[in-house]
């Protein structure tokens, strides 16, 4: 018998703090939109548990999921069954240090983690024996960012470029047929309908989408962001446009529980492996002290958010030499599998051809794809992106951290799954 229960708590923040996802936003959140939520649902199977949790923020980082991963040990819950994905939005407070993206609020940043514990204890205190429906359908919201003009790969609208349109939904109703307890769905888009001059702390497209499913008695809905990091919504603007952008893909989760089929005695298993990614080295120190003496020649009022980035980036390499320069990174990855469907997750801003191969190693599988889930490393393109350039692959690696993963990070990450494909441990 398969028992599940989910619960959701506010952690909408009180007072002013910083937003994040864009680095030209530099001052503080004015109000808020809309409430922001941690969701969590909770299956137990026998001697085998799972969490799902979903998060209305830009992501976390390594050490948030180690401290959440610990703290549930002792309920019992263990790494490779317990998913804390981010709906990515591009509204929500800073949680994770981007450098020149806000600066997380350590009282806010302790309330998430206080609430996400919470959430998943209250979930995990009233299961009710459950079963589950899984259906997909398809989305048009989004489209590729990466169109090529005359001088590379610019950052905008490209309808030629691939996209992912599936939308996975999984959803746990009681046993019998009765009450829906709760209602998970997967699409790839980046939550940024609203831009950088939006001040307003919101859930943006997936926190509506949320709210209108639970105002609808779907239960408790969890948002698992997909592969996106070279999707954006071809709705932007202001609070009409992502009113617009929530409709659409709310009318296709509901058209795929409208399809959905009972899984027929679905199995909880896992499993988790760490992948040694390889990272590009970083210029010689030279180079980057003639990049910091060139910031600091202009007048403040003419850096742009560029050099502030590159300012603290900088100084960080420079102070931190054995962090700064090192051969490879190890990131988790891995699968929750629940019979006929599952979740595969990985800790970044993957592009959507990496979300596209892995349903290709689950054929006839429902597989929902997580990325930003147990933390966030940043961008991880495909190969051939590597060859073409642009924003994720040239830039956005010195808000994160120190250095950019390597161009075999694809194929090392589809390589983990696919040796796993046929053998959950």
């Not at 998430?112 to 429906?133: D, F, K, N, S, Y």
Request: aromatic letters at 6%; a negative charge.
């Amino acid at each position: 018998m398969l028992f599940a229960g989910a619960a959701r708590r506010s952690i909408t923040p009180y007072g002013t703090v910083d937003l994040s996802g864009y680095a030209a936003r530099t001052q503080p959140c004015t109000g808020v939109l809309d409430d922001l939520y941690v969701r969590a649902l909770v299956l137990r199977q026998e001697e085998q548990t799972a969490i799902v949790c979903s998060l209305d923020i830009l992501g976390l980082e390594q050490q948030h999921v180690r401290e959440l991963r610990a703290e549930l040990a002792r309920d019992g819950f263990r790494p490779e069954t317990t998913l804390f994905c981010c709906t990515h939005t591009h509204g929500a407070p800073a949680v994770q240090r981007l450098r020149g993206c806000g600066t997380p609020s350590a009282e806010y940043v302790e309330m998430v983690l206080r609430e996400t514990l919470h959430c998943v204890r209250e979930a995990a205190g009233g299961p009710l024996e459950c079963e589950i429906l899984a259906g997909s359908g398809s989305c048009d919201l989004n489209v590729n960012r990466r169109r090529r003009d005359g001088s590379g790969i610019a950052l905008a609208a490209n309808p030629e470029g691939p996209r992912d349109p599936v939308v996975t939904v999984l959803q746990v109703r009681k046993r019998g047929g009765g009450e829906i307890i709760g209602t998970i769905f997967n699409y790839a888009c980046h939550a940024v309908t609203l831009g950088g001059d939006n001040r307003l702390v919101t859930g943006d497209w997936p926190g509506e989408v949320c709210r209108r499913l639970e105002a609808e008695s779907k239960g408790v809905a969890l948002f698992l962001q997909g592969c996106c990091g070279d999707l954006n919504p071809r709705v932007r603007g202001g609070i009409p446009e992502l009113k617009r952008a929530a409709a659409l893909v709310g009318q296709s989760v509901l058209d795929a529980v409208d399809g959905a089929e009972r899984l027929e005695e679905p199995r909880i298993s896992a499993w988790l492996a760490p992948v040694p990614l390889p990272l590009m080295p970083n210029p010689p120190d030279d180079e980057i002290i003639a990049r910091l003496l060139q910031i600091r020649s202009k007048p403040p009022e003419a850096r742009d958010f560029a050099d502030t980035r590159d300012l603290d980036w900088g100084a960080d390499v420079l102070a931190n030499p054995q962090q700064a320069r090192q051969s490879e990174m190890v990131i988790e990855v891995g699968e929750l599998s629940l019979g006929q469907a599952a979740i595969a997750w990985l800790p970044g801003e993957a592009f959507c051809e990496i979300g596209l191969a892995l349903r290709r190693l689950h054929p006839g599988k429902c597989l929902l794809v997580a990325g930003y889930t147990n933390g966030n490393i940043g961008y991880i393109p495909t190969g051939k992106a590597f060859q073409e350039g642009g924003y994720e692959v040239t830039d956005a690696w010195r808000y994160y951290g120190y250095q950019m993963v390597g161009p075999e990070s694809e194929r090392l990450i589809l390589d983990a799954f696919a040796a796993h494909a046929t053998s959950p441990i």
